[in-house]
């Protein structure tokens, strides 16, 4: 099960993060409103958990904005505030359900169960495809008219990001973020030299021009078949 967890206090958010994939949770941390938008753009997840304070937007506004869009993933609210009203608002907002701080985190595990049981849409698809393009997400090939290779865990998930943007500009940091996390210490061309090698294997597909340099940006995915 994939989770997008909006924390703005970094030390919660770590703890939370650490608990939730010890529980073999898929989990990607942010800590603002609007990171947590462009995230939820970005991916599909299960389960999104937002605190109700935080910068940029707060988590009524992202939860607003995600349903306005028909974002119909399971949303899941956290804050100190639990007045009557307070817990209206969340609910009335698109939250599916709400959780009081401070909080233990077999509660917080409750909910999140309780939450996927009520989740009323298809699974994750761990197969996806664009113009004859499959991608395996599960065993990493990705296969071109009936030619596979096989890619790195790394070049596995830029792939599955490129491919669920095609057309769309992503941006050096988006992507450095979302394959390697907020706090990681990487060179910026540890990306290059990802997406050399991944072009590498693409050109073995005889697709060697469908990753796109935007000079100054970042990266775009098309297929011009």
Not at 10 to 32: A, H
Not at 119 to 133: A, G, P, R, S, V
Not at 164 to 175: D, G, K, M, S, Y
Request: with cysteine; aromatic share 8%; glycine share 4%.
């Amino acid at each position: 099960m994939r989770i997008l967890f909006a924390e703005d206090d970094k030390r919660l958010s770590k703890m939370i993060d650490f608990l939730l994939k010890k529980e073999n949770y898929i989990v990607d941390c942010v800590y603002n409103g609007q990171d947590a938008i462009d995230y939820a753009n970005l991916s599909d997840y299960d389960i999104i958990i937002l605190d109700w304070m935080m910068p940029l937007k707060s988590g009524i506004e992202v939860c607003r904005y995600l349903r306005a869009k028909n974002n119909q993933t399971a949303i899941l609210m956290l804050t100190a505030r639990d007045s009557l009203e307070d817990k209206i608002d969340g609910l009335d907002s698109g939250a599916d359900d709400y959780l009081a701080k401070p909080f233990e985190f077999p509660e917080l595990l409750a909910r999140i169960r309780a939450l996927s049981r009520r989740i009323n849409k298809t699974f994750y698809n761990d197969i996806i495809e664009y113009n004859n393009l499959k991608l395996n997400c599960c065993n990493a090939i990705l296969t071109y008219k009936q030619i596979e290779v096989s890619l790195s865990p790394r070049e596995n998930q830029l792939m599955e990001l490129l491919i669920r943007n095609t057309h769309q500009i992503l941006p050096r940091e988006q992507i450095i973020d979302k394959i390697w996390g907020y706090d990681t210490n990487i060179n910026s061309n540890t990306l290059d030299v990802t997406i050399k090698s991944l072009r590498q294997k693409l050109t073995k597909l005889s697709l060697s021009d469908c990753i796109h340099t935007i000079r100054g940006i970042g990266y775009k995915f098309e297929m011009d078949i």
